[in-house]
């Protein structure tokens, strides 16, 4: 028999996961981990160059980061783990409307292209690899897959305990849960530092301003609940561990 306290640390645990396991998939999903914002665009000449920015980005050509990175630059774009966005005019006129409407125009990362080698100078592949740049972008995409595989370890190994109507699981449990915190902690500490090293090699346009989007958030909102409830899980099982040795020990004397 499990003691109110234990199972009320259990219940919370598993609310705290499935929030947790919630925000990161939202995140994961989503584009608005880092978002630019572009200034008005005026001039014959700038809405001819942009038109031209949006073709060549979705086209399904060869990637390239520059050419890429300069479309989220002057398009109000976001870029997320999987995807990148940028906000585009609803009809053929191309900014030559007051007030136009624009809706987001959205296109994926490959993982041919996730895996794609960074460069010191992005577009100039003479320029050689950036190992650093390379390793964080790989890190930033693997390591949330990582965190929901653990979570997902995590699920099936606490519906075979409820099964069997045991507690001993509940300590690896938790030591899963406490990994995959860390593995979404790691993943915005990767993204962050990749997005700065970036903005060091291809300096962002006048006027445009760079901001971390919802997405982000989520993501770092769902590392210390994943923490939480490994803390929790933890307790119950050392907790429980402890007191039924006790009652052993008490019913052995």
């Not at 705290?16 to 925000?23: D, E, G, K, N, R």
């Not at 939202?26 to 942009?50: C, D, I, K």
């Not at 300096?203 to 445009?208: A, G, I, Q």
Request: one cysteine or more.
């Amino acid at each position: 028999m499990v003691d109110n306290r234990y199972a009320t640390a259990l219940v919370i645990a598993c609310v705290l996961s499935i929030l947790a396991t919630v925000y990161l998939s939202v995140a994961v999903g989503t584009p608005h981990w880092y978002q630019y914002s572009s200034p008005t665009v005026r001039g014959e000449a700038n809405v001819s160059e942009l038109r031209s920015l949006y073709e060549e980005f979705i086209m399904d050509g060869e990637f390239d980061e520059k050419t890429y990175s300069d479309t989220l630059f002057r398009l109000n774009g976001t870029v997320g783990l999987w995807w990148r966005c940028v906000l585009v005019p609803a009809n053929a006129l191309w900014y030559k409307e007051p007030d136009v409407k624009l809706v987001p125009e959205c296109r994926s990362f490959t993982p041919s292209q996730q895996l794609t080698p960074k460069y010191k100078e992005p577009g100039n592949h003479n320029s050689g690899e950036d190992m650093l740049r390379t390793y964080l972008w790989r890190c930033q995409f693997l390591l949330p897959l990582v965190s929901l595989g653990l979570v997902l370890l995590a699920g099936l190994t606490g519906f075979c305990a409820c099964l069997c109507r045991s507690l001993t699981p509940t300590l690896g449990i938790g030591l899963l849960h406490l990994l995959a915190g860390l593995c979404t902690l790691a993943t915005v500490c990767c993204y962050l530092a990749g997005m700065d090293l970036l903005h060091r090699v291809s300096m962002l346009p006048d006027k445009v301003d760079g901001s971390l989007g919802w997405s982000l958030y989520l993501a770092l909102i769902s590392s210390p609940l994943h923490m939480m409830a490994a803390a929790l899980l933890v307790w119950a099982a050392r907790s429980h561990s402890q007191n039924y040795y006790r009652m052993t020990a008490y019913r052995v004397a």
